[in-house]
């Protein structure tokens, strides 16, 4: 009976492991019986004509023979961001009744930008799995037209309205606002890539000035400053980008837009922006014309709780005319460059010695952009090539106002070159609408002749008695045995004395630099950390001298601190630092987007009132205690990270 029993424990036991074994396999089965679903999700259902928005399909299969069709949706605009794997488990509890909502699998992202308004819907979507054809739930979406309103305007402009394929203009977007205005999003969708080539302008601007914006999806720098349009006062950002069209033809540019966030809960009443005194005119716990909840040291809850309403406005239409370059006297080596240019060339050392090289530094000026220049076209003349060789290292450029520097490593080829010859460039002139060829000036060079050092001047002949081959080989032989010798009739003991001495020396040498290569490494990354360690305490001491102090811009001097501050916690410079040069440092050390946004208004809010040269005593402490949240909130995220 004994035996029966321990037999039957030992049958039930095998059954028992062998279900818990064979469990996975069937939960595989069933789940690979379950048909697979797509669906189809917008971030809001309800946008502006020409707001771009995200549109994500979300397949449940991490098949990689996944093929959605979009191109049903010929109402908008598409563009591909990408597709990758998601999967995500979540719980909800709503009146005690808990329901699990959980996804595993790929998730196609596009970016859509509406054409025309109304109500519109976003048809079902086919995606194609291995030959299985799976279809998505239609999304209805409201898309609504920019208005322009009272306070809130923008304009189109272009630095001329008549030109040539090829030539540069100046296009300028001015967004005019007197109300509350951030989180500016300019879109250009009706500028077609594929016919204007589209760069940045450099301009000479003082850093106060210059604010973070996004063009298009990507972070861009724009001008704040204040303007009259139609016999009123506006606060403005300006945005200026140079066009260059490549093709000809009369072009008509529809409104492009401008999307921004303003305060839900404003009215026709409010506070005006110019009003720089009463901007921020709080206390903490108050909200002010940014629509900021603010809290005072130690107050617990995020920080920056706002009512945000998005508002689109549209710039006026704009015309251009673009006319085709002449055939008629165009040179064989013209690059379609079309404009004022100038060259201008100096190099350093101006005196060397042969073989040695020299930087020549290149000055392009004229034109809104030079990017479109290229290095290679100046260095496009046989005269240059036959008499220099161009390093293979890639050439500096340095970009300002109007003008690009190039400096390139440059070596001559032999003693008889005696200047830098003009480098030249051939250009249309949109003026006289002619061609020409513009030239540097010649640069003129020194290069020494340098006497090459043979084995018979080393043993003191003259260069005439080696001019031979068969002499010149002969003494290289001669020396060799002679030396040989003298080896050989050196006792072996004295020579593995001295060998041995040599590498005891170079031993010595070699760990004496990999020490100190070591403490310069542990100084400097010791430095480092002091620094940054130390960083809040100073910015503590530094704010609460702006607080007891007299200063005739307090801002100003809250602006300096919080950039000391960035500067000393990233270990970067922090004399002209702006938002976007620690954004992404800041996002690698897990800083939350909405701390970010704190930190990006905040960079606004000095900037605007050290350009308006406001001077704000007892709003002082309410630009300190922002400061002292934002600081919290980074130095928790470092800490956290290390």
Known sequence: MKIYIQFKTQFFSCICISLIAILPMTINILDAAESVTAKAKVDYNSFYVGEPIRFQIMVSSTNANINPEVSKLSDFDIQFKGAQKNKYDSYSNINGRI???????????????????????????????????????????????????????????????????GEPLVMELTFYFDRTAHHEHFMLGSIHTNLFQISDVYEKQAPGNIVDTTVDDKSAKAIMGQANLNGRNFQTIRLRKAIIPLQAGHWTFEPVTVSFETD????????????????????????????????????AGPIGMRSNRKTVVPSNTALLDVKSLPEKGRPKDFKGYVG???IQVSCKPTEINEGEPVTLSVTLSGTPSLDHVQLADLFSSSVFSNQFKISSNMALTKRSEYQKVITQTIRPLSYEVKEIPPLSLSIFDPITEMYRDIKS???????????????????????????????NSENIGNTLVSMSKH????????????????????????????????????????SAMRVSSRAFTVLEKGLNTIAQ?????????????????????????SGSLTFGDVKIPLESKGVSFEVLQ?????FRDCAVCQYAGVSLSEDSNLLINRCIGIANQIEQCFNSSK
């Not at 898309?143 to 309205?161: D, G, I, M």
């Not at 000036?441 to 090459?452: E, I, S």
């Not at 102090?549 to 410079?573: T, V």
């Open 99 to 165: 329901s699990n909502n959980s996804f595993d699998g790929m998730v196609y992202t596009y970016i859509l930008v509406a054409k025309q308004p109304g109500q519109q819907g976003i048809p079902s979507i086919p995606v194609e799995i291995d030959g299985q054809i799976v279809q998505t739930q239609p999304v209805s979406v409201s898309v609504l037209k920019p208005v322009e309103t009272e306070n809130y305007k923008l304009r189109l402009s272009f630095s001329k309205t008549n030109c040539f394929v």
């Open 264 to 299: 839900a809960n404003q009215s026709s009443g409010a506070q005006k922006f110019p009003n720089m005194a009463n901007m921020m005119r709080m206390k903490p716990g108050q909200t002010n014309r940014f629509n900021y909840s603010y809290q005072t040291f130690g107050t």
């Open 340 to 342: 004022k240019y100038d």
């Open 441 to 471: 000036k010649p640069v003129q060079l020194v290069v020494k002749k340098v006497k090459r050092i043979t084995a018979a001047d080393a043993e003191g002949k003259s260069i005439s008695s080696v001019t031979d081959p068969t002499t």
């Open 487 to 526: 080896i050989q009739g050196m006792p072996w003991k004295v020579v593995l004395k001295y060998c041995q001495w040599f590498f005891v020396l170079l031993l010595a040498c070699s760990v004496a630099l990999c020490i100190r290569k070591r403490a310069i490494q542990y100084y400097e990354n010791t």
């Open 549 to 573: 102090g007299n200063y005739q811009n307090p801002p100003e001097e809250i602006f300096k601190a919080i950039r000391q501050y960035l500067g000393e916690k990233l270990q970067l410079y």
């Open 598 to 602: 704190e930190l990006q208004m905040l």
